[in-house]
């Protein structure tokens, strides 16, 4: 819904109502926080896939004990998972951002 309001020199100008501006203003927080939250997500998901890149170097390792690279590969497996479940996260935040 809108208004419409006669000017000084005849041309007919648009007001917005209240209701499209708190709309307005609502899409626009909610774009902000899809993106902080894309943001967020992203980093997370890189420095989970950095902490992989750490363990997968233990593994390779020649003087690393047998011990040492159970653990590396057990965490490797971990930050694998958490770096997919951030890009994918990620990924939603961007899409929703994008159709605010």
Do not use: C, R
């Amino acid at each position: 819904e809108s208004l419409f309001l006669l000017t000084e020199t005849s041309n007919l100008t648009h007001i917005p109502t209240m209701d499209t501006i708190n709309k307005l203003a609502a899409d626009a927080s909610k774009t902000v926080a899809d993106t902080a939250n894309w943001a967020q997500e992203s980093l997370q998901g890189k420095s989970a896939g950095a902490k992989a890149d750490v363990n997968e170097q233990t593994l390779k390792s020649d003087t690393a004990s047998v011990g040492d690279k159970v653990g590396a590969g057990l965490n490797y497996m971990q930050n694998k998972g958490e770096q997919a479940g951030h890009e994918s996260k990620a990924e939603v935040h961007k899409q929703e951002a994008k159709h605010n």
